[in-house]
């Protein structure tokens, strides 16, 4: 990779969507629901794919439901993105209180 190919990449990288937000994982196969909460609703996809089959602490739920049905049976649907202008002091909580009513919402465990 060139300099100049490095910059561009870099640029982009920085440029990501980094929007804090509520997302909903569904299994398709099994009708079951999980609903999380992430600072980033542009790489948790990513992660969420790579912790089902490595990360022991993730939701037992989800992982099973990983491993029986792999990646193609699950969606992913950003259901809040958090307003830009949120004071971070209040970030943790707000993303943990709109959680909680997504969870409500759409009958869905924690992940």
């Given at each position: 990779?060139?300099?100049?190919s490095?910059?561009?990449?870099?640029?982009?990288?920085?440029?990501r969507?980094a929007?804090?937000?509520?997302?909903?994982?569904?299994?398709?196969?099994?009708?079951?629901?999980?609903?999380?909460?992430?600072?980033?609703?542009?790489?948790?996809?990513?992660?969420m794919?790579?912790a089902?089959?490595?990360d022991?602490?993730i939701?037992?739920?989800?992982?099973?439901?990983?491993?029986?049905?792999?990646?193609?049976?699950?969606s992913?649907?950003?259901?809040?993105?958090?307003?830009?202008?949120?004071p971070?002091?209040?970030?943790?909580?707000?993303l943990?209180?709109?959680?909680?009513?997504?969870?409500?919402a759409?009958s869905?465990?924690?992940?």
């Open positions: 990779m060139d300099k100049q490095r910059r561009a990449a870099k640029e982009a990288f920085q440029k969507d929007s804090a937000g509520i997302y909903l994982i569904r299994c398709t196969t099994s009708d079951e629901v999980w609903v999380g909460k992430t600072r980033n609703l542009g790489a948790i996809w990513n992660r794919s790579f089902a089959v490595n022991p602490l939701s037992k739920s989800f992982r099973a439901a990983w491993g029986a049905h792999g990646e193609s049976a699950f992913f649907e950003v259901l809040e993105v958090m307003p830009e202008d949120l971070a002091a209040f970030m943790n909580s707000t943990k209180e709109r959680m909680d009513f997504w969870k409500l759409h869905a465990e924690l992940i």
